[in-house]
């Protein structure tokens, strides 16, 4: 018998028992479907002693949910995160951002593609923007050895 079942009849604990069960099992889906409950947001958002474990809760439900759905692809649109976590495109991308300072990601978020990139998994992608970057830092320090000798030729 499943933790839920037990306590289908207890207004007050069933809501709490929901939560867990979905965590326990790992299900995003009914997690989110348990917080968003009417009897949830009585019970669950009105008690200021639960209330102070659910928000924590929820972001690591999201970030193991977030990792677990990068692990197969090489570059995934923030569109296609959100629509997978139930969240919205800024908070995918707030969450993607702090994966990879955190260093739970290994990639680059490509803001004009609105692409997480990942590394690691040898995605082309990744590598031209890679490539890119190299160059980019190559082309700066010419420029600033050009700048700096020119400097020097006309105080000559």
């Given at each position: 018998m499943c933790i839920r079942d037990r306590f289908r009849d207890h207004a007050d604990v069933f809501p709490v028992a929901e939560v867990i069960e979905a965590t326990t099992n790992n299900d995003l889906r009914r997690f989110d479907a348990a917080l968003s409950a009417p009897s949830s947001k009585a019970v669950i958002y009105g008690d200021k002693f639960l209330l102070q474990f659910i928000e924590p809760l929820i972001n690591r439900f999201r970030d193991s949910a977030l990792l677990q759905l990068c692990l197969p692809y090489t570059s995934?649109?923030?569109?296609?995160?959100?629509?997978?976590?139930?969240?919205?495109e800024a908070e995918a991308e707030r969450m993607c951002t702090v994966a990879l300072m955190e260093g739970r990601l290994q990639g680059l978020l490509d803001d004009t593609n609105r692409l997480l990139l990942l590394a690691g998994a040898g995605g082309a992608d990744t590598q031209r923007h890679a490539a890119l970057g190299k160059w980019g830092s190559d082309f700066n320090q010419r420029l600033l050895t050009t700048k700096t000798s020119l400097r020097n030729a006309m105080t000559v």
């Open positions: 995934l649109r923030l569109s296609f995160i959100a629509k997978k976590l139930h969240i919205s």
